[in-house]
C-alpha cells in the first residue's frame, strides 16, 4: 500500500539549531513528495514539494530532497527561528493527485 | 482570493443528531477530498471527488456521505453523529494532475456529545 513515516515529536530545538525531521515512504506508483505546515489554528500550507528522484524543494530556509534509494523526503532547516514552531507533515501524492499524509511532528523552538 | 472555505468554523452536536459541513473553492479545481485529522495520526482521508459528480470513498468513509453536484462545492455530511467523530475537518482541492499543491481550508472543530 501507500504510506508516509515520519519522526514522532514533538522536537523541542534552541533559536538557531540545525533541524532534520525524517519522512520515509512506501509507494505503490512513483509519488510526488510534500512537505506541508500547520500552525496554531490554521489548516496546512505547502512547504515545499519535490516530484522526481534527486529532485530538491526549498522554501524559506527548508529544503529536503526525494530520494528514490532510500525512499526518503527528509526535511532540513540550518537554523530554526521561534516562528517555525509548528506541526510539519510529510505528504505523498500519486494517481489523480491523491494525498497520503504522515502523523505530523510538532516542532518547538524556544528562544 | 478565497480558496479553499469552510464552515462552520467549530460545531457541537448530540450524537444521533446529522450536519452538513460546507466545503467551497473558487480555483476551478477539479479534485476536492475531507480529511479528519486525529491526535498522533495525522489526516487520513474521508472521501474523495475527481469532479462533478464523481465521488469515491477513503480510508475512513463510514458514518459520512458527500456529493458533488458542482465544482465549487463538496458538502460532508454526517448522518447520525458519533462520539468518534470529534475531530476537526479539512476540506482540500487540488488539479488532478499529480505533483500539484493541494490546498486547505481553515477547518473545523467538531465536538459530538
Known amino acids: 500500500g501507500n504510506s508516509v513515516t515520519q519522526m514522532e515529536g514533538p522536537v523541542t530545538l534552541s533559536e538557531e539549531a540545525f533541524l532534520t525531521i525524517n519522512c520515509t515512504y512506501t509507494?505503490?506508483?512513483?509519488?510526488?513528495l510534500f512537505w506541508y505546515v500547520q500552525y496554531p489554528g490554521e489548516g496546512l500550507q505547502l512547504l515545499l514539494k519535490?516530484?522526481?528522484?534527486?529532485d530538491k524543494g526549498s522554501n524559506k530556509g527548508f529544503e529536503a530532497t526525494y530520494r528514490k534509494e532510500t525512499t526518503s523526503f527528509h526535511l532540513e532547516k540550518g537554523s530554526v527561528q521561534v516562528s517555525d514552531s509548528a506541526v510539519y507533515f510529510c505528504a505523498l501524492a500519486l494517481v489523480f493527485n491523491k494525498f497520503y499524509f504522515g502523523s505530523g511532528t510538532k516542532l518547538n523552538v524556544k528562544p | 482570493n478565497a480558496g479553499v472555505t469552510q464552515t462552520p468554523k467549530f460545531q457541537v452536536l448530540k450524537t444521533g443528531q446529522s450536519m452538513t459541513l460546507q466545503c467551497a473553492q473558487d480555483m476551478n479545481h477539479e479534485y476536492m477530498s475531507w480529511y479528519r485529522q486525529d491526535p498522533g495520526m495525522g489526516l487520513r482521508l474521508i472521501h474523495y471527488s475527481v469532479g462533478a459528480g464523481i465521488t469515491d470513498q477513503g480510508e475512513v468513509p463510514n458514518g459520512y456521505n458527500v456529493s458533488r453536484s458542482t465544482t465549487e462545492d463538496f458538502p460532508l455530511r454526517l448522518l447520525s453523529a458519533a462520539p468518534s467523530q470529534t475531530s476537526v475537518y479539512f476540506c482540500a482541492s487540488s488539479r488532478l494532475r499529480e505533483g500539484t499543491e493541494a490546498f486547505f481550508g481553515q477547518g473545523t472543530r467538531l465536538t459530538v456529545v
Open positions: 519535490a516530484t522526481k528522484a534527486d
Open positions: 509507494a505503490t506508483g512513483y509519488p510526488s
